[in-house]
C-alpha cells in the first residue's frame, strides 16, 4: 500500500508530533506553575528578612535604636 517514501512520511510526521507534543506539556508546565521559584529558592527572602528582624530586636534590646525602629524595620521587611 506505501511505498518506501510514503513510509518515511509518516516516520517523519510521527517524530514530529512527538516532539511537538514534549514541547507543549513543557509550555503548560511552566505555564501551570505560574513561573514561580522552587519551593526552597521561593523562602529564602523571608529567612533574610527574619534574620534582619532578628538583629533589630537584639538592638533594640541593647538600646540601640528605639522602639519605632525597631518596628519600622520590621514592618518594611514584612512588607517585602
Known amino acids: 500500500m506505501l511505498g518506501g517514501g ?3 512520511i509518516l516516520m517523519v510526521l510521527f517524530w514530529l508530533m512527538l516532539v511537538l507534543g ?3 506539556l ?7 506553575s505560574g513561573g514561580q521559584m522552587p519551593p526552597m529558592m521561593h523562602h529564602m ?4 528578612d527574619d534574620a534582619a ?3 533589630a530586636r537584639e538592638r533594640y534590646a541593647k538600646g540601640e535604636i528605639t522602639k519605632e525602629q525597631y518596628e519600622e524595620i520590621c514592618a518594611t ?4
Open 26 to 32: 513543557v509550555i503548560w508546565l511552566v505555564r501551570r
Open 77 to 80: 521587611l514584612a512588607a517585602k
Open 6 to 8: 510514503g513510509f518515511a
Open 45 to 48: 527572602p523571608m529567612m533574610r
Open 53 to 55: 528582624c532578628t538583629i
Open 22 to 24: 514534549v514541547v507543549l
